[in-house]
């Protein structure tokens, strides 16, 4: 099923902060069977777009449409039960007293299916998520990996048209989480549902999406594929917030030598169409070439299996690099940085 959001905008009032514009007219189209991720820091609005979509709030202005249906606007709300929709939280959000079993056939019973079909369903979706054997257990004599297996079983057997995730792996351990985004990504090409999934962690983004938007204090400020917005950022926080590591971002003064403009970097001159005072440059680990020999102090090195994170002094600035396999490079040596593609940021 697609989602569509036309200019939604959502503001809250409080005693203590008064007025706050937690979205800011967000544009949205996620096709039917699409993977599509959210990305932004706490706090950008990430979780509100969720609660909206889910029906759990409605919007202060625009429009949201599941399928060709309005479902939501200022002044209209279809109710959540209603949206053919399911919402994974991050805390699970089981129920303690119930065991696995009674938790995934909860929302069947609501419906008021009958005993016989909710059984069929409950093991159908027990045994694809492989907790059939976790039926008797209770929440609290699960791992963390299997309460999330139960989260998704729950809102999967409502057989919804939309599934809607939010940071259902941020607590979960590092290893775990990459099994687990393996497992997610697995699950929705085989049932072919559109999957909405909010995070802050721009490895589970770029991992799982097939589209993604990047978001930051309540507006989307990019879309696209992963790989598009990795390689071509349309600012310096896009380009620094996703990569490992980031994009190197660096502030430059534009000078002028007759009619040409240029920035200095590392010891040369980069023509620059802009005539504004600064501009900011950007380049990733792949782009840059390490050179032994130069003015900049190799200040840190962190290994990491066949990765070698080198964090490099300039004099005025730090710049992280990451090189694959063995290197000669060692704390305390001086280099060169020869820079191959460079991105020019006006913000």
Known sequence: MRLILRNVSKTYRSLFRGKVQALKGINLNVEEGEFFVILGPSGCGKSTLLNLIAGLETPTEGEILIGDKLVSSKEFSVPPVEREIAMVFQSYALYPHMNVYDNIAFPLRIKGKKKKD???????ISELLGIRHLLRAKPKELSGGEKQR???????????????????????DAQLRQTMRTELKKLQRELGITVLHV??????????ADRLSVMKEGEIIQTGKPLEVYKNPINSFVGSFIGNPPMNILKRKVKREKDK????????????????????????????????????????????????????????ERVTLKLHGKSNIREGDKVSLKVKRILFFEN
């Not at 909710?118 to 159908?124: C, D, G, H, R």
């Not at 989260?151 to 792996?169: F, G, H, W």
């Not at 010891?267 to 501009?279: A, H, L, Q």
């Not at 950007?282 to 200040?299: K, P, W």
Request: charged letters at 25%; proline letters at 3%; a negative charge.
């Open 118 to 124: 909710t059984e069929k369903e409950v093991l159908s």
């Open 261 to 316: 403009f240029y920035v200095e970097l590392f010891g040369e001159r980069i023509p620059v169409k802009t005539v504004k005072e600064f501009i900011f440059l950007g380049f990733r680990s792949e782009d840059v070439e390490v050179l032994q020999g130069g003015n900049l102090l190799v200040e840190m090195i962190e290994f990491s299996g066949d990765e070698t994170f080198l964090h490099i002094n300039t004099g005025t």
């Open 150 to 172: 139960v989260a998704i079983a729950r809102a999967l057997v409502k057989k919804p048209k939309i599934l809607l995730l939010d940071e259902p792996l941020s607590n979960l």
């Open 199 to 208: 995070t802050h962690d721009q490895l589970e983004a770029m991992t799982l």
